[in-house]
């Protein structure tokens, strides 16, 4: 097993342009890539057409990509990891729910929100939008839901990444949680 300090200092060499790091890096990380993309798969419909291992691959494909990140340690590429993932996510929903295309939205479950019933499932296009209008009001508190609940962060790993305090991640995460149950069962 490899130490958050081996793939922190790893990151940072990759972000310094050594393509070298890159190539150590990637077996280190897949595992978790695995686990995020499966976590996020999990939420979605029995019958959704995208594998795990192809929103790995698009994921990885996109981190990659990243060419001014400057990593900050293993918290913070997971986070953007974890981002990366949800956008995927929310554009396949989209161009399945195109009415060319026939399709209906996808649904996913929210039970790691602790304020949304477990017999409820929520709309992911509804849950991206009310993510987005809450970044517009609070971006913080966008992000910490973003972490917790979509990149499998721990408190302490958001609060790094976020660079607040584990209280301050709490209060904003209570809070988000609230104004987006608010936002997609009352609208706007």
Not at 15 to 31: F, S
Not at 63 to 85: C, P, S
Not at 89 to 109: E, F, P, T, V
Request: net charge positive.
């Amino acid at each position: 097993m490899c130490s958050s300090s081996e793939i922190t200092g790893l990151l940072v060499d990759w972000g310094n342009g050594d393509k070298a790091a890159l190539e150590k890096l990637l077996p280190l990380v897949e595992r978790e890539l695995h686990r995020l993309a499966h976590s996020y798969m999990r939420k979605e419909n029995p019958d959704h057409t995208l594998q795990t291992s192809a929103l790995v691959n698009e994921a990885y494909i996109r981190l990659i990509d990243q060419k001014n990140t400057h990593w900050q340690n293993r918290a913070h590429f997971f986070g953007i990891a974890a981002q990366i993932m949800r956008r995927i996510l929310c554009n396949y929903a989209r161009d399945q729910h195109r009415k060319k295309r026939g399709g209906h939205a996808l649904q996913i479950s929210l039970s790691d929100i602790a304020i949304l019933s477990e017999q409820k499932s929520l709309d992911l296009i509804a849950l991206d939008d009310a993510l987005n209008k809450l970044a517009l009001i609070d971006e913080r508190k966008s992000r910490v839901i973003e972490l917790r609940h979509f990149g499998g962060l721990s408190v302490e790993e958001s609060a790094e990444v976020l660079g607040i305090s584990t209280a301050t991640v709490n209060r904003d995460l209570r809070l988000a949680k609230a104004w987006i149950w608010r936002e997609i069962t009352h609208g706007s």
